[in-house]
């Protein structure tokens, strides 16, 4: 059984879906107005376990995630500039380049780091008039009202705004809404559904709506997007814990008292990464994108690693040390995996039946990556051993089953292999083959294909 602890109860609970075996889950994804960070990808590689554990338990997860390319502000407050504005003001370029580059460049970072596509990704560009809808229910309803500068929900008329959040949360949050607080609003807590274009002032992106040109607030794309793909009650709600307070929070208040039914059933909130004591953040200025990793040596699979050495409801700390321990123990894990070589997979063993527990307890990965390395080290037949790391596999996607290609000759065997295909494109077979027996000499196998050589170790 699937246990899951859920942020709306503060529980760790049976995950019973409302349709079994389907799973409806919904994971917000980036704002695209610069390059995602690694902290980003710790809450994207969570989610990503998510969905390949309810696989692995026989569920048929369906998974949609949105892409923010308009309305999210630079201030949590429903103030400040919209920040695929300020990245078009800083690349010199429109915001819809910029939506696209970031897009693009979010999806070709989560390749590389083994994370399976979503399988619906929904810009929030391209659902204005399902936006517009909600909020017209929520005016219907007397749950809305408009001021100078938008069209506001109000949350004082739910009895349970806020449940997703703790009393801490609520105290930090009237902390900081106080400072920037704006003065037509009725709460504190009241926040923007639709946000007019500055008088005098044509923004890139804004669309006509009932109430006046502008652009939706960043929370309504959420729920509309969610209900338009999984319904208005759904399985599972996933993102970071800096979403509890407002704009998941948020996405509650406006879906439920728009459909009177419960919205989310199931609230998951990865914890931080941290650097140097704080939380990875663009802001913060010392942020390490997936670029970085790479460009320091590190396989973005290093990384992935590194956000198994700890549970994800727990803080983890990222430094170029601690990416190197990560390094050095998913290389021992591929050789170890290699070792075991052609051995055909034996039916599961004990092995494989804890490593589902571990991650059906809360996914537990760190555990589950426990029990690889137990397993690894003792004396199981090396069949159940390729059992448990194929199923492992199917999991942590660490590469384990990378082909031994993968890896490059030498410089003085990558000679011969250049010499080697001179040959042949001379049609020098004696000397291709010569060639080839001192390639074989030096530990290595050329092969021929129709794409060229190809080399792998004997
Ligand atoms: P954003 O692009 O800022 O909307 O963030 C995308 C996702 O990354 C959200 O789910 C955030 O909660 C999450 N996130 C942001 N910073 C961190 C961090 N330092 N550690 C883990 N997750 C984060
Ligand atoms: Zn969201």
């Known amino acids: 059984m699937l246990k899951l602890y859920n942020t709306l109860t503060r529980a760790k609970e049976d995950f019973v879906p409302l349709e079994p075996p389907q799973v409806g889950l919904y994971t917000c994804g980036p704002t695209v107005y610069n390059d995602q960070h690694v902290g980003n990808y710790r809450t994207y590689i969570f989610e990503d376990v998510l969905v390949r554990t309810l696989k692995l338990l ?19 407050g429903d103030e400040g500039e919209d920040k695929m504005e300020v990245g078009a003001a800083r690349e010199g370029k429109t915001a819809w380049e910029v939506a696209r ?50 069209v506001y929900f109000d949350t004082a008329k739910l009895s349970d705004y806020g449940r997703l959040m703790t009393r801490e949360h609520l105290e930090g949050l009237k902390g900081g809404a106080r400072v920037e607080a704006n003065p037509e609003k009725r709460s504190l807590t009241d926040f923007a559904l639709w946000k007019f274009s500055p008088a005098g002032r044509k923004r890139q992106m804004e669309w006509d709506s009932p109430w006046g040109r502008g652009f939706p607030g960043w929370h309504v794309e959420c729920s509309a997007m969610a209900m338009r793909f999984l319904g208005e009650t759904f399985d599972i709600h996933c993102g970071g814990v800096d979403h509890i307070p407002v704009h998941h929070t948020n996405e509650i208040a406006q879906s439920e008292g728009a459909t009177g039914k419960p919205f989310a059933r199931v609230w998951l909130h990865g914890e931080f990464l941290l650097m140097h004591s704080a939380k990875m953040a663009k802001s913060a200025g010392g942020f390490v994108t997936l670029a970085h990793v790479k460009e320091r040596g590190f396989s973005p699979l290093d990384y992935r690693y590194h956000c198994f050495t700890a549970h994800y409801r727990r803080q983890l700390d990222f430094s170029w040390e601690t990416l190197e321990a990560g390094r050095t123990a998913r290389r021992r894990l591929v050789e170890a995996a290699r070792g075991l070589g052609a051995a055909a997979p034996a039916p599961a063993g004990a092995a494989s039946a804890r490593f589902r527990e571990a991650l059906a307890d809360d996914l537990n990965a760190p555990a589950a990556l ?55 494109a001379a049609k020098d077979f004696a000397l291709s083959d010569a060639l080839r027996r001192d390639i074989e000499a030096a530990g290595w196998l050329a092969e021929d294909s129709k794409q060229g050589q190809t080399a792998r170790k004997r």
């Not at 580059?101 to 659902?127: H, I, K, Q, S, W």
């Not at 590469?399 to 295909?421: H, I």
């Open 370 to 424: 426990a029990v690889v390395w137990d397993a690894l080290k003792s004396d199981a037949p090396a069949g159940e051993k390729r059992a448990l790391l194929q199923q492992a596999e199917s999991v942590l996607a660490l590469g384990l089953s990378e082909p031994e290609a993968a890896e490059t000759p030498p410089a003085a065997v990558q000679a011969l292999l250049e010499r080697r295909a001179r040959a042949r």
């Open 101 to 150: 580059l970031y897009t693009d460049a979010f999806l070709a970072d989560g390749r590389e780091l083994n994370l399976l596509p979503p399988d619906v990704l929904c810009r929030a560009t391209d659902f204005i008039p399902e936006q517009i809808e909600l909020v017209r229910r929520l005016e219907i309803k007397g749950l809305a009202y408009r001021i100078a500068d938008g």
């Open 58 to 76: 026989g569920y048929a997860p369906r998974r949609v995630m949105n892409v923010t390319d308009v309305g999210h502000l630079t201030s949590q």
